[in-house]
């Protein structure tokens, strides 16, 4: 696992909100990898709107765009245990925030997940980069 910090955020959010975000969108970029992958997450500021984006990017299974167009309703799912619940409650956090949240997926090539939220302006530098191999 290879991770490089040059700074941190603190997007004016609930951070027990901002954390489940961030575990449903990991939790299913890990288990959308068959057997061997790699999972990116990057995380930078932006000047215009003021904020912070934060893309995790997959090389797991992907989905197909009928799949892509489900995936925020809640209670879909395309897993034997899933619940259906883990992108509807990002997709609510995201937007309780003002934010953005936006899926781009090819089946076979995995998946990218960009999340925008508004962070302060005092907030100043921002970036993270972090990549992990995954087994399964």
């Known amino acids: 696992m290879a991770r490089t910090f040059t700074a941190v955020v603190f ?4 951070r027990a909100e901002l954390r489940q975000l961030i575990w449903n969108l990991l939790m299913n970029a890990v288990q959308s990898i068959p057997e061997k992958g790699t999972v990116e997450v990057s995380l930078k500021r932006t ?5 912070a984006a934060l893309d995790i990017r997959d090389t ?6 009928e799949v892509l167009q489900k995936v925020f309703e809640p209670f879909y799912t395309t897993r034997e245990r899933g619940t259906g619940l883990g992108l509807a409650i990002v997709r609510r956090i995201v937007e309780n925030h ?3 949240i936006q899926l781009e997926s090819e ?3 995995g998946t990218v997940v960009a999340v925008w939220l508004s962070t302060s302006p005092r907030t100043g530098l921002i970036t993270a ?3 992990s191999e995954v087994e399964g």
Do not use: C, F, I, L
Not at 11 to 14: G, I, K, T, Y
Not at 47 to 51: N, S, Y
Not at 60 to 65: A, V
């Open 47 to 51: 000047a215009d709107p003021v904020g």
């Open 98 to 100: 003002g934010g953005k």
């Open 129 to 131: 980069h972090a990549v």
């Open 11 to 14: 997007p004016e959010a609930n």
């Open 60 to 65: 797991g299974s992907g989905m197909r765009k």
């Open 107 to 109: 089946p076979g090539q």
